[in-house]
């Protein structure tokens, strides 16, 4: 067992972190607070290799692996989890569930330009009555011989204003229940698909997310993906892929605000010294530390799970749970650390708290994660 990182791994590692550093951080308070991200800073994602991270070269894609795609989300959520999270959905959600299970030409068309950020995807799953329930998909796909019809509603859908690809899940023939459904690509523009308002949110909000509308929108058949009745499970697989990207995410907001917490805590003064020599603050920053690192690791297993074709629906499940977790109590902490000012936006640690919540809630709650961990124990 080695722990080290390759010298690859750390050159990547690195440009993601120069990236976050010297083009996100700069506007990153003003973007979330005018809800924004522009198309620039998208570009140059595309630019890095950051929009289709896993995708063979052949199609576009940087070639690399599940450990270097978490080591760029971790560096990217460290800074801004509205850039991160549009480079998860991209890469885990869209790109690799094309990769995978589309045919050539869908690769060919679709695939190649959202690999290089030159098209943005989307994966529009949840429903207003379809969230952690994900098989009472009340959108349908109807089948008309050489196209299906769509008509439906989905919610809370990242990049959905901005995208260009939608993977759109629906079901197809309601008597076979999950079996009936289907996941079919559809493309910004094609009559009767409409974008709804973006979501004023909570966190993550430069990211925009947005409500979808379909409305008879026709959508050709070589446009379904996998077998008739794949759509659940193209569903299911593309997320659990996609929960390795969360918790990764996870784990930056946590060590993005760690490491500002570290920081003010040697710099800030009560009672004639640092207050990281108070033991209440110093004990604190040992909690997050060891936390965010057995977080790391979890992410890391997950990620190397997946490069060694291994079964990762229980690792990245645990990963997520565990790094959300972890995200979510440490931001808390780290706003605590800088007393007043971890209250107010300057110190970038409040952002990183409301950011964090939402780990614990796409891609699969904390509960659906449980459930998904407790049947694989169960089943051993
Ligand atoms: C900012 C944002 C971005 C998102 N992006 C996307 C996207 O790009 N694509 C997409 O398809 N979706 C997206 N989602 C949707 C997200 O995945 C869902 O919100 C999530 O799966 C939860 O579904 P729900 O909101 O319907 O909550 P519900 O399913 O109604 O859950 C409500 C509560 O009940 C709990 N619960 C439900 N069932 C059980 C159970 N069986 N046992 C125990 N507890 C249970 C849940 O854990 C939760 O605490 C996004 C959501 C947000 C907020």
Redesign the pocket.
């Known amino acids: 067992m080695d722990f080290n990182l390759t010298e690859e791994h750390l050159m990547i590692r690195d440009a993601a972190r120069d990236f976050a550093q010297t083009e996100l951080l700069p506007g990153v308070i003003e973007r979330d607070n005018a809800q924004t991200f522009p198309d620039e800073l998208v570009r140059k994602m595309g630019e890095l290799g950051f929009m289709g991270i896993m995708v063979d070269p052949k199609y576009g894609g940087s070639g690399m692996d599940a450990i270097s795609y978490v080591l760029i989300m971790e560096e990217l959520s460290k800074i801004d989890a509205s850039a991160s999270?549009m480079v998860s959905?991209n890469n885990s959600?869209v790109c690799y569930g094309l990769e995978a299970f589309g045919t050539e030409d869908q690769k060919q068309k679709y695939l190649t330009k959202l690999a290089t950020g030159e098209n943005i995807g989307?994966?529009?799953?949840?429903e207003p009555e379809?969230?952690?329930?994900?098989t009472s998909q009340k959108t349908t796909a109807i089948d008309m011989g050489d196209h299906y019809v769509i008509n439906g509603t989905?919610?809370?859908?990242?990049?959905?204003g901005r995208s260009d690809v939608y993977l759109v899940i629906a079901q197809t023939d309601r008597g076979k229940g999950h079996r009936g459904i289907n996941a079919f690509i559809v493309e910004k523009g094609m009559p009767g698909f409409d974008i709804g308002p973006k979501?004023d949110?909570l966190g993550?909000r430069g990211?925009d997310?947005h409500t979808l509308q379909f409305n008879d929108v026709k959508v050709p058949k070589e446009n379904r993906i996998g077998e008739d009745g794949f759509g659940f499970k193209f569903a299911m697989k593309t997320l659990s892929g996609g929960r390795i990207g969360i918790a990764a995410q996870a784990l930056g907001i946590a060590a993005g605000a760690y490491e500002l917490a570290l920081k003010y805590s040697k710099e800030r003064k009560a009672f004639g010294t640092e207050i990281c020599n108070h033991q209440a603050i110093a004990f604190k920053l040992a909690d997050m530390y060891t936390d965010i690192e057995a977080a790391r690791l979890l992410v890391m297993k997950a990620a190397w799970d997946k490069d060694q074709g291994n079964n990762y629906d229980m690792s990245s499940a645990m990963a997520k749970l565990y790094a959300s977790k972890v995200a979510m109590e440490h931001t808390v902490e780290a706003v605590q650390i800088h007393g007043g000012n971890g209250f107010v936006k300057e110190y970038h640690v409040e952002r990183l708290m409301r950011d964090a919540k939402?780990t614990q809630?796409?891609?699969?709650?904390?509960?659906?994660q449980k459930?998904v961990i407790s049947r694989g124990v169960i089943k051993e």
């Open positions: 999270v959905v959600l989307a994966f529009c799953l949840s379809a969230g952690s329930d994900a989905k919610n809370w859908i990242t990049n959905g979501e949110k993550i990211s997310t939402i809630i796409y891609e699969g709650t904390s509960e659906i459930i």
